[in-house]
């Protein structure tokens, strides 16, 4: 249980904005962790190779996650589905990512479940659909999606590949008021070898100790990360909606001391998604942007973004996954309507 705050502080660095808000998932955990007992952190290399392991994430906009709490039935409701289907009872749960609540709130469904934690998620950082994990990159059928909401709904799909699986579980999620639990990918611990991203657990726990205690946060984090920083200035401007089980618009951070005259943009769909400065874009996904407090550098999901809030925005390099041509096809900015070629934050921010 001691181990949830950096957990929290970590997954909401790795988030970049999504993933929903990690004081919810703390106090889950917290909760779970007292009532049902510690859960174990294991690798796939402690699990047998049949074993099945439950990828786990709450799906939907996160300014309204945030406000409609998962219950508890939610996870019991899908592990009955997933012993149904297969015949068997789940091994373990996983994140589907470790960003942001979907990283701290597995804690606390696994506890419920009296099941292990996989030390590993599909995406090492947030992204807001439904294909856009290692699992689809890696080429895994995307033949199984089950759903749970709050009202006691079970929907079981079967799309006829990723693509299908966002937008029949999307449609699922806005009809459940834009949020409900999901698991997707259920697989063997086999199966998971080579196609999800192995210690992310772990390194939310590194991210989130390493500001702990330290006379400079921000720096602390950000060599960390080996990120690069952006800017530093004062939020002017955020517009936000709420529309298709997203959280979409634009945020705008006017430069303070040595970055004063300068003005960034950047482009949210849950997660920030893209850098821009004069019209040039200095990092894009799937690298990392992060929002955080310049002073404690916390980070700060979309949904709590406000005018007037002192920030730095941070940026540093995606699992190398993501820079393949699946990855990018899956989650780079064209794949998110933007006409942009990737480009390695490494390059782009070379001369901030």
């Given at each position: ?17 999504g993933g929903g808000d990690v004081r919810t998932?703390s106090l889950a955990a917290v909760r779970a ?160 070898r080579g196609a999800v991203i192995e210690g ?153």
């Amino acid at each position: 249980m001691s181990d949830i705050p950096a957990l929290a502080r970590g997954c909401a660095v790795l988030g970049t904005g999504g993933g929903g808000d990690v004081r919810t998932g703390s106090l889950a955990a917290v909760r779970a962790i007292r009532e049902y007992g510690p859960v174990p952190l294991v690798s796939l290399a402690d699990l047998p190779d049949d074993a099945l392991v439950v990828p786990l994430s709450g799906i939907g906009a996160p300014t309204v996650s945030h406000e409609m709490i998962h219950s508890e039935d939610e996870p019991r409701r899908v592990a009955e589905e997933v012993e149904r289907i297969f015949g068997r009872k789940p091994s373990a749960v996983m994140s589907s990512e470790i960003g942001g609540s979907n990283g701290v709130i597995p804690v606390a469904w696994a506890a419920q479940l009296g099941l292990p934690l996989l030390d590993a998620d599909g995406m090492g950082r947030a992204f807001p659909e439904v294909q856009m994990v290692s699992m689809y990159v890696a080429g895994l059928p995307a033949d199984l999606v089950i759903m749970s909401d709050v009202q006691g709904n079970v929907v079981t799909i079967r799309p006829v590949d990723g693509l299908w699986s966002e937008r029949l579980a999307r449609a699922v999620c806005v009809a459940a008021g834009s949020s409900a639990l999901m698991a997707d990918y259920v697989l063997t611990a086999a199966g998971a070898r080579g196609a999800v991203i192995e210690g992310t657990v772990t390194y939310a726990l590194e991210v989130g100790r390493a500001t702990e205690g330290v006379p400079d946060p921000l720096g602390a984090l950000q060599n960390r990360l080996g990120a690069a920083r952006l800017v530093t200035g004062k939020l002017t401007d955020v517009e936000r909606r709420t529309t298709g089980g997203f959280v979409r618009g634009t945020a705008t951070v006017e430069g303070t001391g040595d970055d004063r005259g300068r003005t960034l943009t950047l482009e949210l769909q849950n997660e920030n998604l893209v850098a821009i400065e004069d019209g040039r874009p200095l990092a894009m996904v799937p690298d990392l942007i992060t929002v955080v407090d310049t002073e404690t550098a916390a980070a700060i999901q979309t949904e709590g973004l406000r005018y007037g809030q002192r920030v730095t925005v941070l940026a540093w390099p995606c699992d190398p996954l993501w820079r393949t041509p699946k990855g990018l096809e899956t989650a780079g900015p064209r794949a998110f309507g933007y006409e942009l070629d990737y480009v390695p934050v490494e390059e782009l921010s070379a001369h901030v």
